[in-house]
């Protein structure tokens, strides 16, 4: 199954950006669902769904972060993207990605201050 390495995450201030990625263990060419996720410690929310292609590769995004976030694929270098601007408080988490079928990675944190 494939792995996911996650990196990029950090400290920035609010209205700042990042840009995510995660690395898989083999080639995501043929695959199609795969996402970012996200969980905080401090709302104390389950994992949730921030951005994903979908199977018919189409993308789709958590309505907190629409035309703030954009996923984006390497094929060539089986990465998955999340650029993330205009961030927020509120966007502070662990960042996840998860290609479908594969396991999770340890994720990368991502700390907004204001």
């Known amino acids: 199954q494939v792995q996911a390495v996650e990196s990029g995450g950090g400290l920035v201030q609010a209205g700042g950006s990042l840009r995510l990625s995660c690395v898989a263990s083999e080639s995501i060419a043929s695959r199609r669902v795969m996402g970012w996720y996200r969980q905080s410690p401090r709302t104390g929310k389950q994992r949730e769904l921030v951005?994903?292609?979908?199977?018919?590769?189409?993308?789709e995004y958590a309505d907190s972060v629409k035309g703030r976030f954009t996923i984006s694929r390497d094929n060539a270098k089986n990465t998955l993207y999340l650029q993330m601007s205009s961030l927020k408080a509120e966007d502070t988490a662990v960042y996840y990605c998860?290609?479908?079928?594969?396991?999770w990675g340890q994720g990368t944190q991502v700390v907004v201050f204001s």
């Open positions: 951005a994903g292609f979908t199977d018919d590769g189409s993308t």
């Open positions: 998860l290609f479908l079928g594969g396991h």
